[in-house]
């Protein structure tokens, strides 16, 4: 098993405490639904920087069993760039919500695009959202 890690910004106080580092791929992007070049800020000193995007879906993976997203990076497109591989391989969601700094609408809006793919709530920690494939999907 191999954990491959999206991240534009290199945190490293956080980053080895969410992920075994002998296990990881680590590509310094963000995941969306269009491969593109967008903006992107850094919650620890407000810079703007320019990230690359990428669809999950196009890097070709296979058995996904599990993807955890950063509340931060939590936008209803990245559910768009990987609708074929969560239909196909119906991997857990975790939501860490964290760091949160999206408004409530995209935050509702992603929600409402994981029910659509026919996930539901399953668990819900201080620290952690777990959403599953539901039965009738």
Same mark, same amino acid.
């Given at each position: 098993?191999?954990?491959?890690c999206?991240?534009p910004?290199?945190?490293p106080?956080?980053?080895?405490?969410?992920?075994d580092?002998?296990?990881?791929?680590?590509?310094?992007?963000?995941?969306?639904a269009?491969?593109?070049?967008?903006?992107v800020s850094?919650s620890?000193?407000?810079?703007?920087?320019?990230?690359?995007?990428?669809?999950?879906?196009?890097?070709?993976?296979?058995? !996904?069993?599990?993807i955890?997203? +950063? /509340? %931060?990076? *939590?936008h209803? @497109?990245?559910?768009?760039? $990987?609708? =074929?591989?969560?239909?196909r391989d119906?991997p !857990?969601?975790?939501?860490d919500? +964290? /760091? %949160?700094? *999206?408004?409530n @609408?995209?935050?509702?809006? $992603?929600? =409402?695009?994981?029910?659509?793919?026919?996930?539901?709530?399953?668990?819900?920690?201080e620290q952690?959202?777990?959403?599953?494939?539901?039965s009738?999907?």
């Amino acid at each position: 098993d191999q954990i491959l890690c999206f991240d534009p910004i290199i945190r490293p106080n956080s980053f080895p405490h969410n992920v075994d580092l002998r296990r990881a791929i680590y590509f310094r992007c963000m995941l969306g639904a269009l491969t593109s070049e967008v903006n992107v800020s850094s919650s620890e000193d407000g810079a703007v920087l320019r990230a690359k995007s990428f669809r999950l879906d196009d890097f070709g993976l296979t058995n !996904v069993r599990c993807i955890k997203i +950063a /509340d %931060a990076w *939590l936008h209803p @497109d990245v559910f768009d760039g $990987a609708e =074929e591989t969560i239909k196909r391989d119906r991997p !857990v969601i975790l939501v860490d919500p +964290a /760091d %949160a700094t *999206l408004p409530n @609408d995209q935050t509702k809006r $992603a929600k =409402e695009r994981l029910q659509q793919l026919g996930y539901e709530e399953v668990d819900s920690q201080e620290q952690l959202f777990v959403w599953e494939a539901g039965s009738a999907s």
